[in-house]
């Protein structure tokens, strides 16, 4: 079993950047695809971002594409998500996951192994 800690979060300007951190141990996800995702106060959790296990095909949702990237570092076991022109909107504690499969999806369903997630705070 996979698990997974994310780190990075935090209180920021609108117009500011941050990194998050998925680092993962116990048995390896590097044959995994990876996702984030996020879940605002009220709102269901919803996709943000995947990526497919050799890092070579990614996919975000509209909301972000432009302004954030994943990436990962099989040799770390990590996952990253740089977070830029951030917006109140994007407020919300975001959680990485491990996909069932190698490719980059967008579904919920197609990842296990939840995080406890990392608060992301964006003032206007």
């Known amino acids: 079993q996979v698990r997974l800690v994310e780190s990075g979060g935090g209180l920021v300007q609108a117009g500011g950047s941050l990194r998050l951190s998925c680092a993962a141990s116990g048995r390896t996800f590097t044959s995994y695809a990876m996702g984030w995702f996020r879940q605002a106060p009220g709102k269901e959790r919803e996709f943000v971002s995947s990526?497919?296990?050799?890092?070579?095909?990614?996919v975000y949702a509209d909301s972000v594409k432009g302004r954030f990237i994943i990436s990962r570092d099989n040799a770390k076991n990590t996952v990253y998500l740089r977070m830029n022109s951030l917006k109140p909107e994007d407020t919300a504690v975001y959680y990485c996951?491990?996909?069932?499969?190698?490719?980059?999806?967008?579904?919920?369903?197609?990842?296990?192994?939840w995080g406890q997630g990392t608060q992301v705070t964006v003032s206007s």
């Open positions: 996951a491990v996909s069932f499969g190698p490719i980059a999806t967008m579904s919920l369903a197609d990842f296990h192994s």
């Open positions: 990526i497919s296990w050799s890092g070579g095909s990614t």
